[in-house]
């Protein structure tokens, strides 16, 4: 490449916004309907759920039969990329473990996702045991701005009236289906209550949006919507505000460093085109990092200048640090009773029908804070993996004719088996708080570069006693509504396997990496999140979370993201950025 | 937009599943995908994935001899019935062929287990599996299909006849054949309003208030 040069644009736009995900769009959307001038820095391809979902498509009509093998969540999966992509590694470091998920793509990991979206409480912000730093914004400073997300991009639940779940303003939910009934009675026999569930899904016709189609239940929603019944920040977010004529998008375009001046302000962005390989720079007033909370870090990490000597906006050293994905762990079986069930369209939506908020008290536990619990089952579509592990089912109860049965088997009367069992099975998933550490980290790996040249993140992450607690506790609560229901119960996850805790990263709500806070030598961005050395560069991401409760993150992203794009505009007015 | 409004978006003017579906449906939705169906290209799949495909369906794995033990240990699995047919009216044999080459930690216990079968076969009847006798291959079958009553000697065989169970039920149930066997009702434009009152009804759960 001996014609490689740096080509510069002679335009500055008003902000350029870095990543088109649940923060990257919601910044662009406010900022463009406000009429500000954004480019908006994309780093995979066009995605518009209209045209390139893969919903309602049938099991054969993929030769893998849906199976997971180039697509993490399966080959209908919206999500381009996965943990791995070809030419863009990350590493880890003292034999630690951490997953990172990308998506590259017009509205990032928002395609795909599970549509769970719930808001932090009072005590999610503000913790009263004194075991991580409160939030510099309490649940009332973000209440105003969780309640315009709710209208603008619709969610459905249920008032409950519970103090650290507050209500939105909802849709109606969907019904339960059949094994969440029998969930939710073995759930409250166990004391576990049960509500519906919360998800940002059009159960029924947005009010006021004319371009967004309501649900028409089919459970798809991890393929994205083509009639946009459900929230992705492509469809809600960004080509909405396309329309507006004041957002420019380029895609495929991998930023590779903050520019800034002597003084330390952001002055643009350089990226690399992955179309024609070349190197581009853009001018803008504003810098918006959306980018996700491992690559916002890694951007900043790697916009070293004089001004900035630690990487930008680290003069405090926190960058990175206090890294912290939710808990997982899981359990499932089926329930006897349900054999030979009869047959009907339950696909319902495509997120959760119902939920378990925490519900205990943590004095006499012995782990901090708390986890929900997510529930599914049913009569799904068969896809690769159905009727797996037959011989560890069919042996446990009796055949037709009452007769104990051989477990295993072929034939005649195992085909029947399948038929019998399908829809019997139930299965649930905690999903539990996290405590921030300084020791979980990410930082720029010394000595590996990616195929554009950009320093890699390198991960150090461990799990301490608090989430291997918490996991045995799930699976404690597991193995009893499980067993209240009825259920036969899959193999128990022990000690063997830290009781099903997932490892980090793998619950992909990673958050944390760019906190907010008061005092700028603890922290790298002021309480709207604007960075404490620049004042225009802003984070719009989940990088900003000083702690996250067990409420997954996107709900609160949005709303953050929104509040931070309002003042940006009330900045602007003054004259500030 | 309300529901009748979203599926107008879909291009269709009824709640019918029948029209959504056709609409829908892919050049030829009955046939797997094929290195040709696939080169025109499929929206919202990347390039790398069509390219990967499109070699994988150009490989070869099994030998010819694989291929016909893999039919007839599918057929055994998933015979035909009254109510469908069998595993290789249903192209499990192909399934399996293209699954091992997409998810390769099948090719080594699947190449293995064949040639395991294929020797005991041998050490029995004197002949390879396919070429034994109906019932022969019926009397080794019975000695590794049953994990719990199986002879420590026969635990491989157990393990390569539970992952051709595994593949062949999940090749069969996949198809247009095997989701109607199964009566799967989904994957189509609904309203859905909760169990139905006769179920709910059967099972005892009228009141249950969530």
Redesign the interface.
């Known amino acids: 490449m001996e014609d490689l040069q740096i080509k510069k644009s002679g335009t500055t736009y008003d902000v350029v916004v870095v990543g088109s995900g649940a923060g990257g769009g919601m910044a662009a959307y406010v900022l463009a309907n406000a009429g500000v001038k954004v480019l908006l820095l994309e780093a995979g391809?066009f995605?518009d759920p209209?045209?390139?979902?893969?919903?309602?498509?049938?099991?054969?009509?993929?030769?893998?039969?849906?199976?997971s093998?180039?697509r993490p969540f399966g080959d209908f999966d919206?999500a381009?990329g996965g943990w791995d992509i070809?030419g863009e590694p990350y590493t880890t470091k003292d034999k630690t473990e951490f997953y990172w998920f990308r998506s590259r793509m017009l509205g990032g990991r928002t395609n795909h996702w599970g549509r769970i979206s719930l808001r932090m409480g009072p005590q999610d912000f503000q913790p009263t045991d004194g075991l991580t730093d409160p939030w510099p914004i309490t649940y009332d400073d973000v209440k105003p701005f969780y309640d315009k997300v709710d209208r603008l991009i619709g969610i459905y639940g249920t008032k409950e009236g519970l103090e650290n779940e507050p209500d939105g303003i909802f849709l109606p939910p969907?019904?339960?289906?059949?094994n969440?009934?029998?969930i939710?009675?073995g759930a409250r026999k166990a004391g576990v209550k049960?509500?519906?569930g919360r998800g940002s899904v059009l159960t029924e016709?947005l009010p006021g949006?004319?371009?967004?189609?309501?649900?028409?239940?089919?459970?798809?929603c991890g393929r994205s919507c083509?009639?946009y019944?459900d929230f992705s920040a492509s469809s809600c977010l960004v080509i909405p505000a396309i329309k507006t004529g004041n957002l420019k998008v380029i895609t495929n375009a991998m930023v590779r460093e903050i520019l800034t001046d002597k003084d330390g302000l952001a002055t643009g962005v350089s990226y690399v085109n992955k179309e024609d390989m070349q190197e581009y720079q853009v001018n803008a007033k504003t810098v918006v990092l959306g980018a996700s909370a491992g690559e916002s870090a890694r951007i900043l990490l790697n916009s070293k200048s004089s001004a900035h000597p630690g990487g930008l906006a680290n003069s405090s050293g926190v960058v990175g640090k206090y890294l912290h994905d939710s808990t997982g762990s899981s359990a499932g079986g089926f329930l006897p009773?349900l054999l030979d069930?009869?047959?009907?369209?339950?696909?319902?939506?495509g997120s959760v029908h119902?939920y378990s908020p925490w519900w205990l008290d943590n004095k006499k536990l012995n782990f901090p804070r708390g986890y929900h619990i997510e529930y599914g089952g049913g009569?799904?579509?068969?896809?690769?993996?159905?009727?797996?592990?037959?011989?560890k089912m069919n042996?446990m109860v009796p055949d037709r004719d009452g007769k104990p049965k051989?477990?295993?088997?072929?034939?005649?009367s195992?085909?029947?088996d399948?038929?019998r069992f399908?829809g019997t099975q139930v299965g649930m998933a905690g999903r539990g708080t996290a405590i921030a550490r300084a020791d979980n980290y990410c930082e720029i790996d010394p000595n590996v570069v990616d195929k554009f040249g950009i320093p890699v993140l390198r991960f150090h992450y461990n799990w301490t006693t608090d989430e291997i607690n918490q996991a045995k506790h799930m699976q404690d609560t597991f193995e009893e509504v499980l067993h209240n229901m009825g259920a036969i119960h899959g193999t128990k996850q022990g000690p063997e396997t830290n009781y099903g805790l997932e490892a980090p990263g793998k619950i992909i709500h990673e958050v944390g990496t760019i906190r907010m806070g008061d005092d700028p030598s603890k922290s790298a961005l002021n309480k709207y999140c604007q960075a404490h050395d620049c004042k225009n560069l802003f984070v719009v991401d989940a990088a900003p979370f000083v702690q996250q409760g067990d409420k997954n993150a996107t709900w609160t992203i949005l709303a953050l993201s929104m509040r931070t794009a309002e003042y940006i505009l009330a900045q602007r007015k003054k004259l500030n950025v | 937009?309300?529901?009748r409004?979203?599926?107008k978006?879909?291009g269709i003017g009824t709640l019918s599943a029948t029209v959504?579906?056709e609409a829908?449906k892919?050049p030829d939705?009955?046939t797997?995908?094929t290195a040709e169906t696939i080169a025109g290209g499929t929206?919202?799949r990347?390039p790398?994935?069509l390219e990967?495909?499109k070699k994988?369906?150009a490989d070869k794995f099994f030998t010819e001899h694989e291929m016909a033990t893999i039919t007839v240990l599918a057929n055994?699995?998933?015979?035909k019935?009254a109510k469908s047919g069998s595993a290789s009216d249903a192209k499990v044999p192909e399934?399996i062929e293209?699954?091992v080459k997409?998810?390769p930690d099948h090719q080594l216990p699947m190449r293995g287990g064949l040639r395991w079968l294929d020797v005991q076969a041998l050490n029995r009847y004197g002949k390879t599996f396919v070429a034994s006798s109906s019932a022969q291959q019926i009397e080794m079958?019975d000695q590794i299909?049953?994990?719990?009553?199986a002879k420590p000697e026969m635990q491989q065989g157990?393990a390569f006849?539970?992952r051709m169970?595994?593949l062949t039920?999940?090749?069969f149930?996949?198809?247009?054949m095997?989701?109607k066997?199964?009566?799967?009702?989904?994957?189509?434009?609904?309203?859905?309003?909760?169990?139905?009152a006769?179920?709910?009804k059967?099972?005892g759960?009228e009141n249950?208030v969530?």
């Open positions: 391809p995605f209209q045209k390139d979902s893969q919903q309602l498509r049938w099991p054969w009509e993929s030769a893998r039969r849906g199976a093998s180039t919206a381009f070809d969907p019904k339960p289906r059949l969440e009934l029998f939710t009675q049960v509500i519906p016709a949006n004319k371009d967004r189609g309501a649900c028409f239940f089919c459970g798809q083509k009639i019944g009773q069930r009869k047959r009907y369209n339950e696909d319902g939506v119902i009569l799904h579509m068969p896809s690769y993996g159905f009727g797996f592990g037959m011989h042996g051989e477990a295993g088997g072929y034939g005649a195992l085909k029947d399948y038929r399908y | 937009m309300n529901r409004d979203s599926l978006a879909l959504l579906l829908c892919t939705k009955n797997p995908e929206p919202g990347q790398e994935e990967r495909e994988l369906l055994i699995i998933i015979p019935d399934f293209f699954i997409d998810i079958v299909a049953y994990p719990a009553k157990v006849f539970n169970r595994d039920a999940t090749g149930f996949t198809t247009e095997g989701v066997d199964l009566g799967f009702a989904g994957n189509s434009p609904n309203k859905w309003v909760g169990v139905p006769d179920v709910l059967q099972y759960l249950l969530v």
